[in-house]
């Protein structure tokens, strides 16, 4: 699995074209400036395990990469980035697993 999308308390699968549900995610973010920027841990519950994102939210930005740092069970090891795309009613997050 190189690739997964959240779509707001739903985890997807993207996959051949098709989109498939798997799991559930969960987030937490802190404001830490007047400005609106905010420190995020996610965590993504898929089959194999979780898989644990974290990262600095600038108050206006629309489009972050931030750090996969690990994660439980199959993910234990897990490296990579995530790419978190904000819309106005939807967000996606694209995470991408070094090998």
Known sequence: MDRDRVL???TVVVAAGKIVA???DAAICTVVTPAGDSVCDVVLALPAGHLM???LLPGDAHEIRLAVTGGT???ATARGDAVLRQGESSSTLDVRLVP
């Open 8 to 10: 707001r308390d739903q």
């Open 22 to 24: 798997v799991g559930r």
């Open 53 to 55: 994102v974290h990262g």
């Open 73 to 75: 069970r199959r993910y």
